[in-house]
Nanobody, 115 residues
């Protein structure tokens, strides 16, 4: 089993920055891919950024050049640095991990971009 715990959300003005953290615990050695999704009110959950099982990184087009995904393997933690935030980035951000067909989700952290 894997547990994912997010932190770092909050309220920020347009153009501002936030860093989200996701700490994994449990059988972390079994995780194939890990990253972030988000869900805005009335919309479907969408991929934001992901470390794939091969170690490459995928970004949604809407965040390329503004968001950076990184990780600290020693701490089993992934980070999402979000810069130049826009109101349309407002959403609940969920940490994601999977092992083959088993999917793990964090509880979500709210990010609100508003003046």
């Amino acid at each position: 089993q894997v547990q994912l715990v997010e932190s770092g959300g909050g309220l920020v003005q347009p153009g501002g920055s936030l860093r989200l953290s996701c700490a994994a615990s449990g059988s972390t050695f079994s995780i194939d891919a890990m990253g972030w999704f988000r869900q805005a009110p009335g919309k479907q959950r969408e991929l934001v950024a992901l470390f794939t099982s091969s170690g490459s990184i995928i970004y949604a087009d809407s965040v390329k050049g503004r968001y950076t995904l990184s990780r600290d393997n020693a701490k089993s933690t992934v980070y999402l640095q979000m810069n130049s935030l826009k109101p349309e980035d407002t959403a609940v951000y969920y940490c994601y991990g999977n092992r083959r067909t088993i999917v793990y989700w964090g509880q979500g952290t709210q990010v609100t971009v508003s003046s």
